[in-house]
């Protein structure tokens, strides 16, 4: 499911390469724009086209260049991806070298190398938002002498977080959401079934990244199980059981990490669930709704249940956060939602706190 296809911006990516064919591109890119759009991969799919041995232009996928990306050996490109590597911030020691953390590979040990290859060395800095301080202005020095036939991509949802300093020394590159068609064709050619498809595709307003982590998060049976509460189908304690129970891949070194973004990404689908019925209560068009499918068929409740909702939802997102227990987490979450109902029916029997 990790498919090198799922990216779009095609168009930019283009751009790019025929600039390094001129001699034209900078050293230093800032890939900015929403998250979840395909940032990381469209700079990790940059860096194979400037490596590749036809190019600069897309990977041609057959020469030892492309092979050698495939295979996570290609010694002129330096990836930093604080989500693989479990890293909630990027440390200074990962940037230029430090005498307490001696032998871990550093941008700055990395460019201070000869091209292998003799052509471009690439440096791919994901999520660089989440670098301290000290990391950003160590990175500084180095893109202000970056060295030849050297590009440096960074990679950000929320590029003001980065030091100005940083920011005016990148050539900035916004990447927009591809688009909710375009992502149920990409989830679809990535074997998603097409309605399925469409849905994450909604969910995630457009943003294949998203998308897919959302199926990755198993939120097909998360948001069937939460509607199944708003529409008092579901008991809310079965259904906080069954999401306890339920599969899927998420973040975290260890099971209690695990089990937190589990719950955390469980908290995020029901809070968007609320807001779009909260939406629905002010008059916007369900078509116009991400989750609007279901809300026509449901009828109005009222704003002020609705609200409550959202007032508990937000707590429980912050209770995440703060390392309370999961399942009691689960719990008022889907307590939350099954007031809704209870509102909407007249009555809050049955509904226990
Ligand atoms: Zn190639």
Same mark, same amino acid.
Request: glycine share 10%; with cysteine; aromatic share 2%.
């Given at each position: ?21 001129? =001699? ?29 041995? #036809? ?34 911030? $990027? ?34 800095? @994901? ?19 970056? =060295? ?11 590029? *003001? ?29 990535? =074997?998603?079934? @097409? ?35 708003? !529409?008092?189908? $579901? ?19 260890? !099971?209690?990490?695990? #089990? *937190? ?17 909260? &939406? ?19 009828? @109005?409740?009222?704003? &002020? ?44 029997? =049955?509904?226990?706190?």
């Amino acid at each position: 499911m990790s498919s090198p296809e799922l990216i779009g911006h095609e168009d930019v990516l283009a751009g790019l390469w025929t600039a390094a064919g001129a =001699g034209r591109l900078p050293h230093a890119l800032l890939l900015h724009g929403p998250r979840g759009v395909g940032k990381y991969r469209a700079a990790l799919r940059l860096a194979a086209g400037l490596l590749c041995e #036809a190019g600069p232009g897309p990977p041609c996928e057959r020469c030892p260049a492309c092979a050698r990306g495939r295979a996570g050996s290609q010694a002129d490109l330096f990836v930093l991806d604080p989500t693989a590597e479990e890293l909630e911030t $990027i440390p200074i020691w990962r940037v230029t070298p430090r005498h307490d953390h001696p032998g871990v590979e550093t941008v700055e040990a990395f460019l201070s190398l000869r091209a292998r290859e003799g052509g471009w060395r690439v440096v791919c800095l @994901r999520d660089f938002d989440r670098a301290h301080a000290a990391a950003q202005n160590a990175l500084l020095k180095i893109l202000e002498e970056p =060295g030849e036939a050297t590009l440096l991509v960074l990679e950000s949802s929320r590029p *003001r977080q980065l030091l100005e300093t940083i920011r005016s020394r990148c050539v900035a590159v916004r990447l927009e959401a591809v688009g909710v068609e375009a992502t149920a064709e990409l989830l679809a050619d990535a =074997g998603v079934e @097409r309605a399925d498809a469409l849905r994450l595709a909604r969910w995630s307003e457009g943003a294949p990244g998203r998308a897919h982590e959302l199926l990755r998060e198993g939120a097909l049976e998360t948001v069937e199980l939460l509607s199944g509460v708003l !529409d008092g189908r $579901i008991a809310p304690l079965t259904a906080s059981a069954r999401l306890q129970e339920a599969g899927g891949e998420f973040p975290g070194a260890t !099971d209690a990490a695990r #089990a *937190r973004s589990k719950a955390r990404a469980a908290v995020v689908c029901a809070l968007e669930l609320a807001r779009d019925l909260q &939406r629905f209560e002010h008059g916007v068009e369900p078509a116009d709704l991400a989750h609007g499918a279901a809300l026509a068929a449901r009828g @109005r409740v009222g704003a &002020r249940p609705v609200a409550r909702a959202v007032d508990a939802l937000l707590r429980a997102r912050q209770d995440v956060e703060a390392n309370l227990s999961p399942p009691g987490i689960l719990d008022r979450t889907a307590l939350a939602l099954a007031r809704v109902n209870a509102a909407r029916r007249g009555t809050t029997e =049955g509904v226990a706190r």
